[in-house]
């Protein structure tokens, strides 16, 4: 393939087209005539050899070359959209641009509130779009990474890319207050025996991996993508679930839940931005980089910050044994 045959405006007009599914409104996304869109779509038949929308009825659908086009048309615009972005100068003070960070509802709360922040202070132009880690990050990680600006995740899960590190955290586990059979501590056998509440893909962290060395099988009776629901999914139960310190103390007012420490020493979690190398020596990048590394170090020095919660903290408080 010549890409230096190609047109790369093309791709502006694939993707609006495999999205829209509609000539006359690709057209009027991009900005093109429908006559000037019918012609883009004929220039993509021919290179393709395929219709790639095939008329049904009163309506276009995708061919399966269409459909396998579908994802990889948005990943060429969004990752030719970052190249041509890049900058050798970057002034955030004066500057207007978007970053769009990948990180769990755990990462936003404890880290990217803090980097909102600081961001709002010396870059008021500058916007941040936090994106929830789908559950392909670690089978696809490549072509996540390409299209975005950056990856809030713990060392241990992925690697083979350039990462910063940010701050560290612990593992503890919720249970409930009234819970029957759990008193002050936790053994490997109550892990075994109880019921799990789990975000998505815990697994695949190492503190969860240590489980299976030990010869424990969590029993997963509740999974949700979100780790600030946990807590309300304990509350009640006899449920437990493995949780970062530094949310079980940002999430204290929620739930009728205390925190036991693990029956065994459990991988601290490291967490880091991880990056696709094609941003490495982009100057706005670097600035974010080095940005999000400064609130990381200060968030390591500083004592974590402590929510106000209601005065009726009796001897089950929902706080971590440290507080």
Do not use: C
Request: a negative charge; proline letters at 7%; zero cysteines.
């Amino acid at each position: 393939m010549n890409l230096g045959r190609l047109d790369l405006n093309l791709v502006v007009a694939l993707r609006a087209l495999l999205e829209e599914r509609n000539v006359t409104r690709a057209g009027q996304r991009v900005g093109l005539s429908q006559p000037a869109m019918s012609a883009a779509l004929a220039r993509l038949r021919r290179h393709f050899d395929d219709d790639l929308l095939a008329r049904v009825g009163g309506h276009y659908e995708l061919t399966a070359l269409g459909q396998v086009l579908l994802d990889r048309a948005s990943t060429a615009y969004d990752l030719l959209e970052r190249l041509f972005a890049s900058q050798a100068d970057f002034e955030p003070a004066r500057e207007s641009r978007e970053f769009k960070l990948v990180a769990s509802d755990y990462a936003v709360a404890v880290f990217g509130t803090e980097l909102a922040r600081v961001v709002h202070e010396e870059a008021p132009g500058i916007r941040l779009r936090f994106a929830q880690t789908p559950t392909s990050v670690v089978d696809a990680t490549d072509a996540l990474l390409s299209t975005t600006d950056g990856l809030f995740m713990p060392h241990g899960v992925i690697s083979g890319f350039p990462a910063t590190d940010l701050y560290q955290d612990r593992w503890v586990f919720l249970v409930a207050d009234d819970h029957p059979s759990v008193g002050d501590r936790l053994t490997r056998e109550d892990l075994a025996r109880l019921p799990w509440v789990t975000y998505q893909r815990t697994y695949d962290a190492p503190a969860v991996r240590q489980l299976g060395m030990l010869g424990i099988e969590p029993r997963v009776e509740v999974s949700v993508d979100s780790f600030q629901i946990m807590p309300l999914l304990v509350d009640g139960t006899r449920r437990i679930a493995l949780i970062q310190a530094r949310l079980a103390r940002l999430l204290a007012p929620l739930a009728a839940v205390r925190v036991v420490e693990p029956p065994y020493e459990a991988v601290p979690l490291s967490e880091a931005l991880w990056w696709h190398p094609v941003h490495t020596h982009d100057a706005a990048h670097i600035w974010l980089r080095e940005t999000a590394a400064r609130v990381g170090r200060r968030m390591t020095e500083e004592r974590p910050r402590h929510h106000r919660r209601p005065p009726a903290a009796g001897p089950n408080s929902y706080e971590t044994p440290e507080s």
